[in-house]
């Protein structure tokens, strides 16, 4: 293990992708120059030392929180900014997050009965108009479509910011009696609002989604599938990102445009803001009656459907940063990390590399074999040091680190992420498969254990029950979220976040007993609310 | 048995979900009218026979192609049309085929070393016009972008018409050594051609494709992977979507704009009409001169990388559906097809239902644990005899029919959907799980081989070797593919197409031996090509 104390040494072979800061890029329509070359230069001189370069690379999180979170997204190389303003490439270490959150979500969503279809993404600009509250909340954020094929279009085109309205201009065909209902359907899709401060994964001009929608025959079944949309959310945060979201139900204020109730999962972030992770809509009969869509019911009489919608989006990428990260980088939850192992060979003298190569591809073998995803790192452009700091930046949950003598020893050195230093490293562990297999599995759950009783705690210290508008006040100014009886009135809600930042993020679902007062008006309350500033 | 020769009857409660023959959908922007329901009655009065009323819903083959394939995708519920003129909506039965060639193809390419990932899908102007001629091939099907947020841009915004440009602005600050090649990458996602003359899956306005993009450091390695890519394609056309493709080199003509070759996979429909089916392309280093694209090689000399990008889309259910389909409806091979197994219980008597719905049951669950995809049409709204019309029509490979008797006798009744009549059906087959599992299977495996027999049978009985063009001519006015040596101009090529309608749809990978003589110039010539009216 000699060589893990040695300086780590930035050759002519440091990685030209290396990533570099991004977050002063213009973000603007026009391209950004291209400096990178330029850039990439002057941030890896050649004989620079990589350890105090690789820290200095990511801003510390308590330094600047924002900084921190898109040197991270950069040098992860989880995403980049797209050439036109506020757009964002998802690059495959992203993207591979996603497609672990779709795997999870899509499985449960077709074991509840939905199906995935695919709308069109183009909608007539009069469609939006149909819902009144539906076009004064989306108008300002649309992007339209005004030339085609070289022509000027006679009706101008909105790119979805959602897709109610044309989903209920199809369903209007779809559905004519009782038998048709429920309608259960899902697309996996992008799409486009047009916002101005934006911030990758959190808020891009285009985004990624999956957006449900179904029709009903009856209120209670809508409200049954908002309510067993929003369960599955939250379950997903809490067992596969570690995120333990706060479910409940949107103020009149913050619910959805066109929707009767909004439900959604809030989580809080390292900075302690809150992030809405998701979202489930109960539509009631807003949607149908604009577009009327109706059915014939068994007594053959004509009803409007009730409907719902819920999405959940790349944003929750975001979430998943900001929750668990810190300074050395991502922290990876276990069960949506790309790679759940990476295994790095250690060497000095060429005739010990065979029989360490050798080893580290057998262990790579019998992990991937136990359904591990598992990453073997055997370049020999960089030193090991290297690439264990690197690793830990993409937060790649533990590491395996296999070198001469362990190989004499048949047993490996096994590193966690989410415990730094020699209390999270455990030397000597058998290569013998089946031991080996039980140990990286119950450690990849004991750090998905951990990450959420982390996450909880940091929650639950950051929450404070508050009686009276000036302790609220006191709690949002430390950056805390707030927690206490709501009765008051819009303008009230409107007045709190004019005077302190913060929202009323959701009335929880889980709600303490007794009697309570308004923090505002003293009134009788039924329920607290939180309130938090928010993404 | 005695029920299936029963008519048909068509009662109150034929489906309301039935669709309709919709081509003459006025397919414009503006809505279409609202006339389902009105439609809808007038095609299902209540009285009627369904075994005539179903066979009418559905335009003979012979009798009218287009007006068949339109009548499988509106009756199968495969999509519907859009509001907006040219523009479809994939629907559940159609988007679950589109998932079995997702899963499929995704499975090879991340086996071949390439990762998915998500680039923005608005491109500034100015991209497009870099490559030259990409602009002259994209720029009058180009949907603009040209107000956001409620303003002008300053810059219009193509929707991506396909993403070689923003890829390789986006290369070019990832690449810089040879280090970094080869860079492999994938993406699902919509793409916008404003196409004047649509048909559904075939070309719409916005359709859904997985398009790849590599670059590499020798023109040797990209021309590799151009001809891996259309391999995969290939064999997934013949071993998965049963069509057996030609694959072979586009003619300068046809190359993509922006490519030094094109290669492709072209498919014979039901009609003798080509269906360009996939295509890769080796775009040389047009693009990467274009945008700049450089790595420094292991000499440390500048470079410019050479590229590839290839795509299947939607398109391709549009092949199945006109490869394979007939009369009677939609036929799927059986590894492409949402439902493998359709399984009818048949009762008259209440007393029977018990032990029927009893015997399906199992018998799903048997086919299910074999991981066979099986649907139970227990409903009681319909009679056997409309179930089986109508999953002939959806195109299920196997039917499975239980009655009282094959209770009694421990057996099913299984029928091909290949084989129409009773040389389709075997009777008495046990419902013992293994028995039943290994004849399921066996079947499936025999309808999928026998689908990719017939459709080569077709399409090598209606290919004709010519060797003049008098030949060629006398076999495009049959309405034949002609295979013949090609050696003349690109504006002989273009006489052909003026003068038949025909293109070279490709030079063909298998070449016959021998010398030969252009079939119009009488010039030696290398290759054949092969010359086809196509869609």
New interface residues.
């Given amino acids: 293990m000699m060589i893990l104390s040695l300086p780590l040494a930035l050759t002519l072979r440091f990685?030209?992708?290396l990533p570099i800061l991004r977050r002063h890029s213009r973000y603007g329509?026009?391209?950004r120059p291209?400096p990178?070359?330029a850039t990439?230069s002057a941030a890896a001189p050649e004989t620079h030392n990589s350890s105090k370069k690789q820290e200095k690379l990511i801003t510390p999180r308590s330094q600047d929180f924002n900084a921190w979170y898109l040197d991270i997204i950069a040098n992860a190389e989880l995403a980049?900014y797209?050439?036109?303003r506020g757009?964002?490439?998802?690059?495959?270490y992203?993207?591979?997050i996603?497609?672990s959150i779709q795997d999870y979500l899509n499985r449960k969503f077709k074991d509840t009965g939905h199906?995935?279809?695919?709308?069109?993404?183009?909608?007539?600009y009069?469609?939006i108009e149909k819902e009144a509250s539906h076009v004064e909340g989306f108008?300002?954020?649309?992007?339209?479509?005004?030339?085609?094929?070289?022509k000027e279009?006679?009706?101008?085109?909105v790119?979805r910011p959602t897709s109610e309205t044309?989903v209920n201009?199809?369903f209007?065909?779809?559905?004519?009696?009782y038998?048709?209902l429920p309608l259960l359907?899902n697309q996996w899709?992008?799409v486009?609002r047009?916002?101005?401060r934006t911030k990758p994964f959190v808020r891009t001009?285009?985004f990624?989604w999956q957006e449900g929608h179904t029709a009903h025959a009856t209120p209670e079944e809508a409200e049954n599938e908002a309510i067993q949309m929003i369960d599955i959310y939250t379950k997903f945060a809490y067992e596969q990102a570690a995120i333990p979201v706060i479910a409940g139900r949107k103020s009149k204020v913050e619910t959805f445009a066109g929707a009767c109730k909004t439900y959604t999962i809030e989580a809080m972030m390292g900075d302690k803001k809150a992030l809405q992770a998701g979202t489930s809509h109960n539509l009631g009969q807003n949607f149908s009656r604009a577009f009327?869509t109706q059915f014939?019911d068994e007594n053959g009489q004509r009803q409007h459907v009730w409907q719902t919608s819920w999405a959940i989006s790349t944003r929750f990428i975001g979430g998943i940063i900001m929750t668990h990260g810190d300074d050395a980088g991502l922290m990876l939850p276990p069960k949506v990390a790309p790679v759940q192992v990476v295994i790095v060979p250690i060497w000095k003298k060429d005739d010990e590399k065979t029989a360490v190569l050798k080893a580290t591809s057998s262990v790579k073998e019998t992990l991937q074999a136990a359904g591990i995803r598992v990453k073997l790192d055997d370049s020999d452009?960089r030193t090991p040091g290297w690439k264990f700091n690197f690793w830990e930046m993409k937060g790649v949950p533990l590491r395996i680190e296999i070198g001469p003598r362990d190989v004499s020893s048949g047993s490996v050195v096994i590193s966690r992420r989410d415990v730094p230093g020699k209390q999270g490293k455990v030397f000597g562990v058998s290569m013998d498969p089946p031991i080996l297999e039980a140990f990286v599995k119950d450690n990849l759950d004991a750090i998905q254990s951990s990450l959420l009783e982390r996450a909880i705690a940091f929650r639950d210290s950051n929450i404070v029950d508050v009686s009276s508008y000036d302790d609220l006040k006191a709690a949002i100014s430390q950056g805390k979220w707030a927690r206490g009886p709501w009765s008051a009135s819009n303008e009230d809600e409107l007045k709190v976040k004019e005077e302190t930042g913060a929202t009323i993020r959701c009335f929880p679902f889980e709600q303490p007993q007794g009697t309570k007062r308004c923090l505002m008006t003293g009134d009788p309350a039924e329920e607290v609310a939180i309130f938090a500033k928010s993404y």
């Fill in positions: 990685p030209s992708s329509i026009s391209l291209p990178l070359r990439f980049d797209g050439p036109v757009t964002m490439v998802i690059r495959p992203g993207y591979a996603w497609e199906s995935n279809m695919y709308f069109p993404q183009f909608i007539p009069s469609f108008s300002p954020e649309l992007a339209l479509v005004t030339i085609g094929g070289g279009l006679e009706e101008k085109l790119v044309i201009h199809m209007t065909q779809w559905i004519n009696s038998r048709d359907i899709a992008n486009t047009w916002e101005m001009l285009e990624l009327g014939l452009q």
